[in-house]
């Protein structure tokens, strides 16, 4: 496994946005995929963002449009940008890895919480 660590949640305002880091403890360009989940209390986890290693990307139908993630491998860390938030964004965001090495690994997960 990978070690991720997340930074950069918060409280924000509606319509505010925020970006969110994910920093690993390796090389992260031969991992097949990293993105974002996120899950909000009493409900299920549910994929926010993908980016593969050839840098391709796909979104969960309720972000796309207004997230963006991205992954730099020089700094062996992914971001998501996110861009006029919701109120139905606020949850918990995990950081998440698969490779064909190093497995599923998972982040701790940082809060994100948009009231005005």
């Known amino acids: 496994q990978v070690q991720l660590v997340e930074s950069g949640g918060g409280l924000v305002q509606p319509g505010g946005s925020l970006t969110l880091s994910c920093i690993a403890s390796?090389?992260?360009?031969?991992?097949?995929?990293m993105g974002w989940y996120r899950q909000a209390p009493g409900t299920q986890r549910e994929l926010v963002a993908h980016v593969s290693s050839g840098h391709r990307t796909n979104y969960g139908d309720s972000v796309k449009g207004r997230f963006t993630a991205s992954r730099d491998n020089d700094k062996n860390t992914i971001y998501l940008q996110m861009n006029n938030l919701k109120s139905e964004d606020t949850a918990v965001y995990y950081c998440?890895?698969?490779?064909?090495?190093?497995?599923?690994?998972w982040g701790q997960g940082t809060q994100v919480t948009v009231s005005s």
């Open positions: 390796t090389d992260i360009s031969g991992i097949n995929v």
């Open positions: 998440y890895a698969l490779g064909a090495s190093t497995g599923i690994s």
